[in-house]
């Protein structure tokens, strides 16, 4: 079954705390992205790679880090979590070639105190 | 650049209503249109898609036509039921940006029985 995988689903830190959103692919797919979802804001892009060792800024990229050493996998890191990275985060993946659909996982919820 | 607008939400229905979503953008060349939804405390899945103009995407009872001469990809369905409710957003994807995706804010839709 085609899917994008992240985890933790849910996760309650502290300010500070160094912590990596995992998310995994089993598609085959090139482009790769996350997301922060907020109220009233919609989705923006923190980061996206087109491929491996590819990595750009999206939008919103302070205080995130990624990185793509492998296809399938594309991590967020947050190197010193705030109470304003608060959100829901959404990865995401896609295939290069045009018209496709992007694929999404289920989404992490991170609340930082 | 590439960018999506949508209608600001929420909008609260009652069930069998008709829903438009109003959504235009701007890019340059021949993107590619989504819709997708988001149901409670969940990711985003693909509702339905055009890939040029005049297409007409279609799915579960909705439908959205690629119309490039308005730069619009209006969301309709005939008859609305409180399955509905739900998070959509309209997005577009080009080839000059690498087949990047761009999202509009979303639009809520509550429909009540």
């Known amino acids: 079954e085609a899917q994008v995988t992240q985890n933790p689903r849910y996760l309650i830190t502290v300010t500070g705390k160094k912590l990596t959103v995992t998310c995994s692919q089993n598609?085959?797919?090139?482009?790769m992205s996350w997301y922060r979802q907020d109220p009233g804001l919609g989705l923006r892009q923190i980061y996206y790679?087109?491929?491996?060792?590819?990595?750009d800024k999206g939008d919103v990229p302070e205080g995130y880090k990624v990185s793509r050493k492998e296809k399938r996998n594309f991590p967020l890191i947050l190197e010193s979590p705030s109470p304003n990275q608060t959100s829901l985060y959404f990865c995401?993946?896609?295939?290069?070639?045009?018209?496709?659909?992007?694929?999404f996982g289920q989404g992490t919820r991170l609340t930082v105190v | 650049g590439n960018s999506v607008t949508q209608m600001e939400g929420p909008v609260t229905l009652s069930e069998e209503a008709f829903l438009t979503i109003n959504c235009t953008y701007t890019?340059?060349?021949?993107?590619?249109l989504f819709w997708y939804v988001q149901y409670p405390g969940e990711g985003l899945q693909l509702l339905l898609k055009?890939?040029?103009?005049?297409d007409k995407g279609s799915n579960k009872g909705f439908e959205a036509t690629y119309r490039k001469e308005t730069t619009s990809f209006h969301l309709e369905k005939g008859s609305v039921q409180v399955s509905d409710s739900a998070v959509y957003f309209c997005?577009?994807?080009?080839?000059?940006?690498?087949?990047?995706?761009?999202f509009g804010t979303g639009t809520s839709l509550t429909v009540i029985p």
């Open positions: 055009a890939t040029k103009a005049d």
């Open positions: 890019a340059t060349g021949y993107p590619s």
């Open positions: 598609m085959n797919h090139e482009y």
């Open positions: 995401a993946s896609s295939d290069s070639t045009g018209g496709t659909e992007a694929f």
């Open positions: 997005a577009l994807s080009n080839w000059n940006t690498g087949n990047q995706f761009y």
């Open positions: 790679s087109m491929n491996v060792e590819v990595t």
